[in-house]
């Protein structure tokens, strides 16, 4: 089955700096490619997404890239605020619409 | 759309008694998952359903968890009898097959004593 392993597990940076978060995949089948954010007490939030038929996505601050030949992806946010303190995890799913397997999860904070 | 609803919010019970929670999906969505989330442990899938039947339920600790799903629109997720290493926070997601992503509810928080 996929396995699907996250780096760093803890990340702290100050307010304004970027951020970047990998994960790697094992299933070469796998073409979904989830983020979540989880805040203190928070259920996990879907934030962004990427399909493998696309290298990158960006939705203001943040980004996705995908590698599918080397099968690795990445979360990048940029200008860091306090308010993106939080856990977040990705995934990999055959597609949209099939079981998500999640990574371990990286704990973000954001320093003022 | 109400999203994942999920209940109680909260349970406090005492070691040995029976533990119920429930999970109602998006309408809609034909794909149900229960998690279980610890510190140590993290996010783990205990078990999912296609159109109201169990796929997988290889993250089932063992034989005191049990889950059904008798309709589109519910699921339990019991516990009997209850001990204090079954203290998480239990997630229930859905998604609708094919099409969508998974969505999660906001989780019930159980402490056993």
């Known amino acids: 089955g996929e396995n699907v392993e996250q780096h760093p597990s803890t990340l702290s940076v100050q307010e304004g700096d970027s951020a970047v978060i990998k994960c790697t995949y094992s299933d070469s089948a796998s073409n979904y490619f989830p983020w979540y954010k989880q805040e203190l007490g928070k259920r996990p939030q879907l934030i962004i997404d990427?399909?493998?038929?696309?290298g990158e996505k960006k939705d203001q601050r943040i980004a996705v890239t995908l590698n599918k030949t080397a099968k690795h992806f990445s979360l990048h946010i940029t200008e860091t605020q306090p308010e993106d303190s939080a856990v977040y995890f990705c995934?990999?799913?055959?597609?949209?619409?099939?079981?998500?397997?999640f990574g371990g999860g990286t704990r973000l904070m954001v320093k003022p | 759309d109400a999203g994942v609803i999920q209940s109680p919010r909260h349970e406090v019970t005492e070691m040995g008694q029976e533990v119920t929670l429930r999970c109602k999906p998006i309408?809609?969505?034909?794909?149900l998952f229960w998690y279980r989330q610890t510190m140590m442990r993290g996010l783990e899938l205990l078990i999912y359903?296609?159109?109201?039947?169990?796929?997988?339920d290889s993250g089932m600790p063992e034989d005191r968890f049990s889950a059904k799903m008798p309709n589109a629109s519910f699921s339990t997720l019991k516990i009997q009898p209850s001990e204090p290493r079954d203290s998480a926070v239990y997630f229930c997601a859905s998604l609708r097959q094919g099409i969508d992503t998974q969505y999660f509810g906001p989780g019930t928080r159980l402490t056993v004593l």
């Open positions: 990427i399909r493998s038929n696309v």
């Open positions: 309408s809609g969505h034909n794909s």
């Open positions: 995934a990999a799913s055959i597609s949209a619409g099939n079981m998500l397997t």
């Open positions: 359903f296609n159109n109201n039947v169990p796929i997988d």
